[in-house]
């Protein structure tokens, strides 16, 4: 893998044939004015990116992961992982490569108007049929120090399809959770803290002098989302434990998760700061058991209905029944399964925080409403536009950041009253055999 580097300065150094010290010795007018374009060219707020994409990556070409890893207090990092499949390699003197270029803009906050650094990386895989992914690391400027969130735009060279990241760096501190990183038992990273329970996982830990680390079980049941209408005081989450036990260096590279949970790690439990487990069924993202195929069709039953799935003694075949009766044909209920479970996954994907992604505010509101027009956030708020679908007016969903310690991924729903009427006329349309929002 060839790796090649470039930052503003360099390259507007490299456009005139300038020297870096001449430049900055006799350029200096120049240089701002330049630096000025450039970080407005390459850098409008982030609050004006579109989300939309990002969170549903099952319409770009490619989708690379992302995560944000610190081996130290002075050096972060982006590590970044694609399919091999969704590159294009060409053949260049009988060797086939793809070429992939990483952009990066760091801003402050969600409504800088100028990034404070760019840069840029290329990297260049050759094609190994073994492997099935491509990695790369990203080194970022020591101003992200101060905590940051970058805006990373990755473009397949050959093919000319661009995919756009954006990831929050914490500031440095005596530990963070970006300071561990999580793998399965063949080595390979997650990019996400969601794992199958009864997995063998494994953490490497890059904080000097860490040897053990304390978990704090939780065990717990969470009910799925509120509907949207409905005014309610904010869930506080009971930080005692339910289990706490210390976990010695010499076992963390085998660590089986044999119950379903989450499992927050420190170095000490007087700190706040730590790295979270989210542990869920065998088979996350995907749901395939009978029963939570039929607790994720709770926002379309009835109580009733509901109640008698649930008690059923064959579950998988009175669920069919359901969809069978709400479709009207086996030909569109085998329609309406797929559409509906796909997003259950996709919400699971996207939107998991304590409990699965589904079961939140933004999972209820997708998996029933499909995917937003626009998804703008800022440092507070989520903003979901729904414009132009059949029948429907444009509705603007609104989700507020929450405080929590296990997750930078959790926001609640602003619920307004007049949410039903467009809510209960979703669910009609589901209930008539009319997937909302097809695409």
């Given amino acids: 893998m060839l790796i090649y580097k470039s930052g503003m300065l360099e390259a507007i150094c490299i456009y005139f044939n300038l020297s870096t010290k001449s430049l900055v010795g006799k350029w200096n007018g120049l240089l701002v004015m330049l630096l000025f374009l450039f970080g407005c060219k390459a850098g409008s707020k982030l609050s004006n990116d579109n989300l939309a994409t990002q969170y549903f990556p099952q319409k770009e070409v490619f989708s690379p992961q992302s995560i944000v890893f610190s081996s130290n207090e002075d050096s972060t990092f982006i590590l970044f992982s694609s399919d091999r499949k969704d590159l294009l390699f060409m053949n260049s003197a009988n060797v086939f490569s793809c070429k992939l270029k990483v952009n990066y803009s760091i801003f402050e906050t969600y409504k800088s108007a100028v990034p404070s650094d760019t840069g840029s990386y290329i990297f260049e895989f050759n094609a190994e049929p073994?492997?099935?992914?491509?990695?790369?690391?990203?080194?970022?400027?020591?101003?992200?120090?101060?905590?940051?969130?970058?805006?990373?735009?990755?473009?397949d060279i050959h093919r000319g399809s661009e995919s756009i990241r954006s990831v929050v760096v914490k500031p440095a501190s005596k530990f963070s959770s970006q300071n561990i990183l999580l793998k399965n038992e063949l080595g390979n990273i997650y990019y996400s803290n969601s794992v199958p329970s009864s997995s063998v996982i494994s953490i490497d830990n890059y904080f000097p002098g860490m040897k053990n680390l304390w978990v704090r079980c939780y065990f717990r049941d969470f009910p799925l989302a509120t509907l949207p209408f409905r005014i309610i005081e904010d869930e506080k989450f009971r930080m005692e434990s339910d289990s706490l036990f210390l976990l010695y260096e010499s076992d963390w590279d085998s660590i089986y998760l044999n119950r379903q949970g989450i499992y927050y790690l420190q170095p000490d439990t007087n700190l706040s700061s730590g790295f979270t487990i989210f542990s869920f069924d065998s088979d996350f993202p995907r749901v395939t058991k009978a029963e939570h195929l039929i607790e994720a069709t709770r926002y379309l039953t009835t109580r009733k209905e509901y109640l008698h799935l649930m008690k059923a003694q064959d579950k998988k075949a009175e669920l069919d029944n359901f969809w069978l009766d709400v479709g009207g044909s086996p030909d569109r209920a085998r329609m309406l399964i797929r559409e509906y479970y796909n997003r259950v996954q996709d919400a699971n994907n996207s939107f998991t925080s304590y409990m699965e992604g589904w079961k939140t505010d933004r999972g209820m509101i997708y998996l029933i409403?499909?995917?937003?027009?626009?998804?703008?956030?800022?440092?507070?708020?989520?903003?979901?536009?729904?414009?132009?679908?059949?029948?429907?007016?444009?509705?603007?969903?609104?989700?507020?950041?929450?405080?929590?310690?296990?997750?930078?991924?959790?926001?609640?729903?602003?619920?307004?009253?007049?949410?039903?009427?467009?809510?209960?006329?979703?669910?009609?349309q589901w209930r008539m055999g009319r997937i909302v929002n097809e695409n």
């Fill in 130 to 155: 073994a492997q099935k992914t491509i990695q790369g690391s990203i080194l970022l400027p020591a101003v992200v120090k101060r905590g940051a969130i970058v805006r990373l735009i990755f473009r």
């Fill in 369 to 428: 409403f499909g995917q937003p027009i626009s998804i703008y956030r800022d440092d507070e708020t989520e903003q979901w536009t729904y414009s132009g679908l059949n029948g429907f007016p444009d509705v603007l969903f609104i989700f507020r950041k929450m405080n929590n310690p296990f997750t930078e991924n959790d926001y609640a729903l602003i619920r307004q009253p007049v949410y039903e009427n467009i809510w209960y006329l979703a669910v009609d």
